[in-house]
Structure formats: C-alpha cells, structure tokens
C-alpha cells in the first residue's frame, strides 16, 4: 500500500483496538457479575428498537443496492441481499405480529431467528465476495426475489415445526434451549467473520466503507455475545444487546451513505473521462495525424513555403487541444475551484485572439457537486459551439440568480440560426442531455444575424 494508506490504516488500527478492548471489559464485566445481566420489561420499547433496526436494514439495503447499480461489486449485492433479509424477519416476525396487542409466538420467534442466521451468512460472505456483475438489473431482481422466497420458507417451515419447537423467553444461559444458544453462538462467529473480512478488505484496498462496515461487525458481535448471555426472544423485553445492534445499524448508514455519495460522483467522473478521450481521439488525434502528413510531405519534396504554415497552424491546434484535455481532467477530478476552472478555460479558448468572453459568476451561488460537473461541461460545450460555428467576436458567460431561480447563460454575437428551420446540432444535444442529468431544462433564443443564447434553468 502507499505510505497514505499504511497510516490511515494504522491509525484505525488502533481506534479499532481500543473501541475491542473497552467492548471487551464490559462484556468481562457483564458475564462476571450476573446482577449486571440487566433486562427491561418494555413492550413499547421493544416495539419501537425492532422498528427502528427494520427501517436500518431497510435503508443499509437500499443504499448498498444503490452502490451496486453503480459499480455492479458482488460485495455489494450480498450486502443488500443481507440486509433485505435482516429486514423483512424483523418487520413479518417481530414487528406485525404484535401491532395487534399479542405476544411473539414460538413459530414467529424462531422464523426471526433463522432470518437473522441467513442475513448475517450473506454479510459475512459479502467482504471475501470478489469480481463484478454485468447483468445487474436482473441479478437484483433475482436475488430480492430469491431470498424473499427463502424468508417465506423460513416462516412455513417454523409453522409445520410449530407444536415441537419450544419457547425462547430465558434469562439465563443456563436455561436457555440448545438450539437457541447454538443459533446465537453462531450467529457471533458470522459477526466476527464478517469483522475480520472487512478489516482484512481496508487493510488490502483502503476502502472508507470497508473501515466502517467493519466497525458495525464489531458492535454486532459483541451484541451477539451478550444476547448468547441473556438468551431471551421476546415481544416485551429489551437488553443491552438490543441498544448495540441499534448503534451497529447506525454506524452502517453513516458508511454506506458516505460509500454511495462517493460512488456517484465516481461515476460522473468516469463519464467523464470517457467523454474525454472520445474527444481526444476526434480532436487532439486528429491535428496530431495532420502534423505527421505535413512532415510527410516535407520529406518528400512538397514546397516549404505552402507547408509550413499549414503545420505550425496545425501544431499549435493541437497545443490548445492537449491543453483542454487537461484542463478538463483536472476540473472533472474535482482538484480545481469551479470558478477557477472556468476562467482558465476561457483564458485557453481565447489565448489566440479571435475570440473574446467576458465571465461573470455570482459569488453567493450554490452548485452541487454534480452539478459543477455538469455546467463546466455546458459551458464548456457552449463556447466550443460559438468558436466553432457562430463566427463571433465576443461572448459573454453568466452563472447566477433571477427571480430565485439559478441559471447558466452563454451568449454570443455571431451569426444566429433559424431555430425553426435548423435541426439542433450535436452540441445542443449535448447541453440538453447534461442539464437533464441534474434536472435541469434548457431553452435556446437565436435569430440570423443577431447572435445566440443558451439558457440552462437548474433544478430548484
């Protein structure tokens, strides 16, 4: 790993160890003093922890499909699929079951109980889960619907097993049913499997959601132990384990929002990117293979002085296409100031003289990350229309408010078009594809000989 890395992981390392060590100490304390093995006979309460981890794992879910649909990881699509399955055993059997005033059943408690041993198993498998899916809309889909399927089997089979399988309300280890302290000892070891892969995924990639994924397993583990030492299932009490796996789920919205925000603009990014070197290889490639016909011609005896003009025009378009090349990298990047990218893209559009832009950006506007990428793009799209087909002297680039509302105004003093008459080129598709991507719409004014104005409105 880089030097960065080494550090970042060291020092969470050491947070990890000592958040280890004082979960630890209470747990030795908790199992030392069994007058310290405290439950609370709370049905509202209890009502209100197992709603709260539903709605959790419901967004832990959402989000971690998000992510999928962006990057397509398997690691991902096991973390929703976990996470769903974690969510609907909490909302069919602990959740409705009760809301008419009763008591969890054995069947129902038990049905909960294996829905937490199979949610937990796709979360511990999902950090040693490797490669990506190309179909993801349908493995989605697939996999939603399997385990959706999986949980009705789950509660059926509790059903049929119903007279024989018994109650789960017990206070003690002591007392506990076998199968019971064997669901929960094992679903301890998924939990420290799953901290042990996702630590091991920071430690060999760096990832800030494998860092916080692993910091939920270790609260989820130490919460199994403690229900493993208060082995009760029920509707109306509430023990430290329960308050645990609530700040788990907690620490898994914080990691997995932080993960999806990063793995949006990481795809603007890619786009862009792409975009670029589309562009590169129809502009820069294109002045490059000039040059290289020019000399050609030079060797073979063509007259210096029509040539060599020709290649030095040709040379320095190719200078001002490499120089927007990187411009646009940097700024798409997001290593640049919005407003500094787009003066120093003009300063590149005008170095030659032929054409001049006047920007004007309000100080007190608010873009949004993905909406500076896309207005660099509009704006940069819209003065390469005016250099490239409007035959114009100036333009003028306004970023700013009216009436309340944001808006992005390129316009210029070039030839104009008949809007009713001419079809809209690839640049004004391109305007309108990018303000749609951030919700916004798009409105072009243009008369012959009187000079263009692209409006772009964004979103409120």
Partial sequence: MRRTNEDTFRAWAISQTLLVGLLGAGLALFVSNPVLRTTWELPEARLVLDTLVALAATLVAA?????????????????????????LGTACFSILPVLGGDDVRPTEAWARLGCRLVGWTLI??????RGRVNARERAMVNALAGFALLVLAIWLFCRWMGPTLPPLLSFTASDAPPWLMSVLAIQAMLSLLAMVGFAYRFWQHGEDLDRWLALAST????????????????????SEGDFLILLSYGVLLIGVWRAIRSAEFGRAVADER??????????????????????SMLEGGAPPETLIPKLKEATLAAQREARFAVLALSSAGGTAPFDAAIRRYVEFLTADGN???????????????????????IVQEGLGNVRKHANATRAEVRIGERNGQRLVVVTDDGQGFDGKGTAAGQ?????????????GGVEVRSEMGRGTAVEVLLRA
């Fill in 219 to 238: 609260l989820a583990l130490f919460a199994e132990l403690h229900y493993v030492f208060t082995p009760l299932v029920s509707s109306d009490y509430v």
């Fill in 124 to 129: 511990a498998y999902a950090p040693w889960a």
């Fill in 427 to 439: 640049g004004l598709k391109n305007i309108r594809a990018r303000a749609a991507a951030i919700d």
């Fill in 355 to 377: 054409l001049a832009v006047d920007v004007e950006i309000d100080p007190g506007i608010r873009l949004a990350p993905d909406e500076q990428i896309e207005v660099f793009r």
């Fill in 63 to 87: 989000l971690a499909g998000v992510r999928f649909s962006v990057e397509g990881r398997k690691l991902d699509l096991a973390l929703c699929s976990g996470f769903t399955v974690l969510a």
């Fill in 274 to 295: 792409a975009r670029l070197a589309r562009e590169i290889h129809d502009g820069l490639a294109q002045y490059l293979f000039a040059i290289s016909t020019h000399a």
